[in-house]
């Protein structure tokens, strides 16, 4: 689906929403927890003038954390969609988890955003959250640029901070601006690619968060950095000349680079994904925030720098449909968070990647296979909405009125079908049970659950047929606890929950073949069906898959999907405990039929009795969720914390040091693989072990065998 360049200009405008499209910016802002997220989302809502008075997270008052829970915990969790206009463009931020307990929220916003600022502490540098986030950001190839924030701090140091991005993150991370002091004496930066600089007042001691809003004096550099400048955008531009001839020839050729081809040149190479500018600044402070903002707008893409969307013709993913983001184009949207609102019931947010997505039309849901009519269209401030009539390509906007329509799936043209790739989302790896407080309170609790568990992708509601309980399965201790929370205070259930379970999986490790026979002929219509399978172990992450070594004449093709979905029934179910069997390979190698006695019950049923037995004699063992974990504390508190780490079977894969300062104890970061089922209270434990001073992630990273001794007593 090819464009010419003059369709392509004339699609710019959204028409009546009058969005221009170069003038629009998809962001997110990404961090570790406590890089400053909220403190930046805050000032740059503060300063495209969205809000009158400065949020502080320390207050607990910042408007983007809306629900209850997130300020209380001083975390960002849900992913409100606000917008924001700076120097006559508009930029939509879609807020992100800083949580890893969360990470599917940060999976799908990133689906939806076309460029990330992401933010570091400069003292820490790159932490291990960045690292996940990033590669998320890599997958699915969005631009980014780095603010490195918090250069008030003690212990500030840029350079180091972008160290650990070419260390640990392996990007080619190009400064575009260089601080003037750091720490207390932190007073501007220069920008590189004007040669101009931003000076400041000196830092007030006080905490004073919004007390220094001041704007920046723009000057020349200061007569002692003018060298180091000159020499810092030298590097610079033989950086970005790389990746754009013309500027490389100017560049060997020793002429003058001006400011306008520099931008233009380091604005390809980002979208391209090439470099990855770097920005520094205190959000605190009210440092940087201007010159963040203009690079939002100088280096990140519009809608129109990207691709077309890709979608597929719904049941058939090879054939790939691409769409522009064009208006004329027929709609396609994807819809990537469903929020219950008590006021206006379920909003559905969704971002419009081509045509027009208008109030009152109706539309067709691919996943779903049914129309679905769009109510009310809102543009979504941080606690405000506008109701619009209508939302173009590239706009994000949250949608009343739809029945059926969940988190991934996409929204089109009723006349012109086209699906987008799905979200991927992880399955739960914990979950509690839970109990209404009392009997007459169970459909209620049941009926709220549902509603947070359709919000949420990454949250099960399972009935424990043994047990008769209801099991709320999810990412972590602090996931589930935010929804028992949340079923409290949204809905007025205080449910008691159990303990936390782990979610292992079963496996096997050795090829082991077996035969399933289910032959019933006594009198009247008899079952037949017999088949031999043999069972393969399969990398981590494989799932199960089935491959047929025989044809039709040995047994007919209609009954190797039977066999297939006895295998599949069977793994599910588990052979040593119960749990899910995964990373297996089933291949059919042999089995009988009958004329009149087979029948898709009888080879359904022989499959998983072959499968069975050969897990069973495939030596199957069980697997346990490993989390990376990343844990920060002070350094002369590494004892006591090592020693607790080893007692939860954690293997601790590197410590390293940052210096603080003379005289003080360093910040010592300590990351490891620990199993998901040693990690219950460790904040707690954490806390009392460190007076309070320990952080720490954690994130689901691969599933391994669980050593015997521990296996032995969760079978028993
Ligand atoms: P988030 O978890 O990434 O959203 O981080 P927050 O915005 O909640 O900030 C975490 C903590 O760092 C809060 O106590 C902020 O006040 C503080 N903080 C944020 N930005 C700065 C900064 O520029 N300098 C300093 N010194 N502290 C900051």
Redesign the pocket.
């Known amino acids: 689906m090819t464009m010419t360049k003059s369709k392509k200009s004339e699609a710019k405008r959204n028409s009546d929403n009058g969005v221009d499209l170069p003038k629009l910016r998809n962001i997110g802002?990404i961090?570790?927890?406590?890089?400053?997220?909220?403190?930046?989302?805050?000032r740059v809502l503060f300063f495209s003038g969205e809000t009158y008075k400065v949020g502080?997270?320390?207050e607990g008052t910042?408007i983007m954390?809306h629900m209850d829970q997130e300020r209380e915990r001083?975390?960002?969790i849900g992913a409100a969609a606000t917008n924001a206009s700076w120097n006559h463009h508009q930029i939509n931020i879609i807020d992100t988890p800083?949580?890893v307990d969360f990470t599917a929220e940060v999976e799908r916003s990133l689906r939806v955003l076309d460029g990330v600022a992401v933010?570091i502490?400069?003292v820490a540098g790159v932490q291990a959250q960045s690292i996940t986030v990033w590669r998320q950001a890599d997958k699915h190839r969005v631009p980014r640029l780095v603010f490195v924030?918090?250069?008030?701090?003690i212990g500030?140091d840029f350079d180091y901070a972008i160290s650990t991005m070419h260390r640990r993150l392996f990007a080619n991370a190009v400064p575009i601006q260089m601080p003037i002091g750091s720490e207390s004496d932190f007073i501007g930066m220069i920008d590189l690619v004007a040669m101009r600089a931003y000076l400041y007042p000196p830092i007030k001691t006080s905490?004073d968060?919004g007390a220094d809003l001041i704007e920046a004096v723009e000057s020349q550099i200061p007569q002692e950095y003018l060298e180091r400048a000159t020499a810092a955008r030298e590097e610079l531009v033989s950086k970005v000349a790389e990746f754009d001839d013309e500027l490389a020839e100017k560049y060997l050729l020793g002429e003058e680079i001006g400011t306008a081809e520099l931008k233009a040149a380091i604005r390809a190479a980002t979208i391209d994904m090439k470099i990855f500018p770097v920005l520094c600044?205190?959000?605190?402070?009210d440092?940087g925030i201007h010159q963040l903002l203009d690079a939002v707008i100088n280096y990140l893409p519009s809608p129109l720098d990207l691709p077309p969307a890709r979608g597929f013709k719904p049941g058939d993913p090879n054939t790939v449909i691409e769409r522009e983001s064009n208006p004329d184009e027929p709609l396609s949207a994807l819809a990537f968070k469903l929020v219950s609102d008590e006021h206006a019931g379920k909003l559905l947010f969704i971002r419009v990647y081509s045509g027009i997505l208008k109030r009152g039309m109706s539309v067709y849901n691919p996943s779903t296979r049914r129309r679905e009519r769009i109510g009310r269209l809102l543009r979504m401030h941080a606690d405000d909405r506008e109701p619009v009539e209508q939302a173009g390509p590239g706009e994000i906007v949250a949608a009343i009125g739809l029945k059926s329509t969940l988190t991934g799936h996409t929204l089109c043209a009723e006349n012109s079908h086209v699906a987008m790739a799905q979200i991927d989302f992880p399955e739960p790896v914990l979950s509690v049970s839970i109990e209404p407080p009392s009997r007459a309170e169970s459909d209620r609790m049941t009926r709220s659950v549902l509603k947070i568990v359709d919000e949420d992708p990454t949250l099960r509601l399972i009935s424990d047929e043994e047990s008769g309980q209801l099991l709320l399965a999810g990412m972590g201790e602090l996931h589930l606890d935010i929804v028992i929370d949340r079923l409290y205070r949204d809905y007025g259930v205080n449910c008691k929950k159990g303990r936390p379970r782990v979610a292992y999986r079963e496996t096997l490790s050795r090829v082991a073949e077996a035969e399933g026979r289910f032959v019933r002929q006594t009198g009247g219509h008899g079952q037949y069906g017999v088949c031999a399978l043999r069972v393969e172990p399969l990398p981590r992450g494989s799932g199960i898959q089935f491959e047929s070594e025989i044809t039709g004449a040995t047994l007919k093709t209609e009954w190797h999907s039977a066999i297939e979905k006895g295998i599949r029934d069977a793994a599910a179910t588990g052979v040593i405990a119960g749990y899910p069997v995964v990373d297996v390979k089933a291949v059919l190698t042999g089995g009988s039929q009958h004329d009149t006695d087979s029948s898709e019950l009888a080879f359904q049923i022989a499959g998983s009795m072959a499968f069975k037995a050969a897990v069973s004699k495939g030596s199957p063992i069980l697997l346990e969720p490993m989390m990376r974990q990343e844990v920060v504390i002070p350094s002369d508190m590494l004892g006591a914390v090592i020693g607790d780490l080893h007692s939860r079977r954690a293997q601790v894969q590197s410590m390293e040091n940052t210096e603080i300062g003379p005289g003080q104890p360093g910040v010592l970061n300590v990351s490891a693989y620990i199993p998901l089922a040693e990690t219950f209270n460790y904040s707690t434990d954490l806390r009392s072990l460190t007076s309070g001073h320990g952080h720490f992630t954690m994130e689901l990273d691969h599933y391994a065998p669980i050593p015997a001794d521990v296996a032995a007593n969760l079978k028993g």
């Open positions: 802002f961090a570790h927890v406590d890089a400053g997220k909220t403190t930046v989302t805050e502080s997270v320390d910042a954390d001083g975390i960002t800083g949580h933010i502490d400069s924030n918090k250069m008030d701090r500030a905490r968060n600044g205190s959000a605190m402070r440092r």
